[in-house]
């Protein structure tokens, strides 16, 4: 750009009139897909688009553009004050909203690599090569993606805020498939593609697949060890049951009542650390309000659950906004902790999670994954690529992929034991803007588990 991102931001917050705010995002990704140890689709982005986010008596409206002239951005600007003054005049008084944010000095972080901003084609080219290698020595075949993005973020508000901010991330994820559909799962996220080991990953993907064939494990409750990439699907979805200050202020959610109280087993300490070392951190949210460490669990105690400004006044008591804002204005559904950090235990690895367990059950990854009841915090979901049967503590057969419905604050609270070091774990596959996240955790075991069914052997 020709302007800087802050400039282009200052800009497009003079065509606004009243309380404003203006936002401009500037991505440049590049993303490679594969799938029987072939390229399927590059692509290359390079795009800015400017949001304007207008307050009129506490109702606000919001219009997007990536026309960067004055007319567009006028034009963007006179949409926005349309949608506030719409709202307002439906509703017929004065809306929620609060006052913009006042400015806060954002904290700098670890989030950029000047060697992954200059995204270069020729290492996602190479880290493909490796994982075809990988694959082709044990006669399989590799899907999945590789991708690495810098993302520019500049806001400007009436309120004064002035803030400039610029990640980067990558990913890669692997899935080893034999002829028989038998797959393994590996992948890994970090700040800098050079972090990124394509090598590593396909070896944790082939040595998933196994040659024979998997035994069926009828339902019932099992001792469980879950790796990383399970483990950080169910925080996921408990940052929106339990964390997400605007269900918590409908009295919809899973820590409703519960603050203060025991909600998992003691040596659950889980915090939204958005400069933890292996995180993917950001200076500030999408109200410009600097992100800092916020502890939701600590020794098993439930603490806090998460605000932008909009879920904040809903709260009301004085709660404020915890800059947790995932849109200008805050999403629909709410605030979302995007810096989930679950601190590990004491145990070297998944190998020793399983040594006390008879007969139980070892889970890779989950998909297809749905909420079933959100203040249980209730899921069901299936195992997938690399699911395998415990017996006298070693992990001896694979196992048919299963259905479960279980708890996640149930599952936490039956957590026996967890690995010494946390991993960051993530499922990237952008579609539209590109918003990178992820959940720092180790893998764990705990007892109970939910099995409801089975999939149908072929």
């Not at 004050?81 to 972080?109: C, K, M, N, T, V």
């Not at 902790?337 to 059950?361: C, F, K, M, Q």
């Not at 259905?403 to 952008?430: G, H, K, Y």
Request: proline share 6%; with cysteine.
């Amino acid at each position: 750009m020709a302007e800087s991102a802050l400039e282009l931001a200052e800009r497009a917050l003079g065509h606004t009139s009243g309380d404003a705010q203006a936002t401009v995002t500037h991505e440049r990704s590049l993303l490679s897909r594969f799938a029987r140890s072939r390229p399927t689709q590059a692509t290359q982005v390079d795009d800015t688009s400017v949001s304007i986010l207008r307050v009129h008596d506490g109702h606000t409206g919001s219009a997007d553009t990536n026309d960067l002239s004055d007319e567009g951005l006028r034009n963007v600007a006179a949409r926005a004050d349309a949608g506030a003054r719409a709202a307002a005049a439906a509703a017929g008084g004065r809306g929620e909203y609060p006052d913009l944010p006042q400015p806060g000095p954002p904290r700098a972080h670890h989030g950029y690599d000047a060697a992954t901003a200059a995204l270069d084609p020729a290492v996602a080219g190479e880290a493909l090569r490796v994982a075809f290698a990988a694959c082709a020595e044990r006669g399989l075949e590799a899907f999945g993606v590789w991708t690495a993005g810098d993302v520019e973020t500049a806001i400007a508000t009436s309120a004064g805020v002035r803030v400039r901010d610029e990640v980067t991330d990558a990913y890669m994820k692997v899935i080893a498939r034999d002829d028989r559909g038998r797959s393994g799962w590996g992948s890994d996220a970090a700040v800098a593609a050079g972090a990124i080991d394509p090598a590593a990953i396909a070896a944790r993907a082939v040595g998933k697949v196994w040659t024979e064939e998997p035994t069926d494990l009828p339902p019932g409750r099992y001792r469980v060890v879950l790796e990383p990439e399970a483990v950080g699907e169910l925080l996921d979805f408990l940052g929106y049951l339990a964390f997400n200050g605007l269900v918590h202020a409908e009295g919809r959610g899973a820590l409703v009542g519960r603050l203060g109280q025991r909600v998992a087993a003691p040596s659950i300490s889980l915090s939204d650390s958005p400069r933890f070392p292996r995180t993917l951190p950001r200076a500030f949210d999408l109200e410009g309000v600097p992100k800092a460490p916020l502890p939701l669990i600590q020794d098993g105690v439930a603490h806090r659950v998460v605000h932008d400004t909009r879920s904040a006044a809903r709260a009301g008591g004085g709660a404020r906004t915890t800059g947790h804002a995932t849109a200008p204005g805050g999403a629909g559904l709410g605030p979302h902790p995007t810096n989930l950090v679950l601190i590990g235990g004491g145990a070297v690895d998944e190998a020793e999670l399983a040594a006390p367990i008879e007969r139980g059950l070892y889970v890779t990854r989950f998909w297809y994954v749905n909420i079933v009841h959100e203040k249980q915090t209730l899921l069901t979901g299936m195992t997938r690529d690399g699911t395998f049967l415990i017996e006298d503590g070693r992990i001896t057969r694979p196992v048919r992929d299963v259905r479960f419905t279980d708890s996640v604050l149930r599952i936490l609270e039956a957590t026996e034991a967890l690995t010494a070091t946390p991993r960051l774990v993530t499922e990237a596959d952008f579609y539209g803007r590109r918003f990178a996240t992820g959940v720092v955790c180790p893998a764990l075991r705990a007892h109970d588990f939910r099995i409801t069914g089975a999939t149908v052997a072929a």
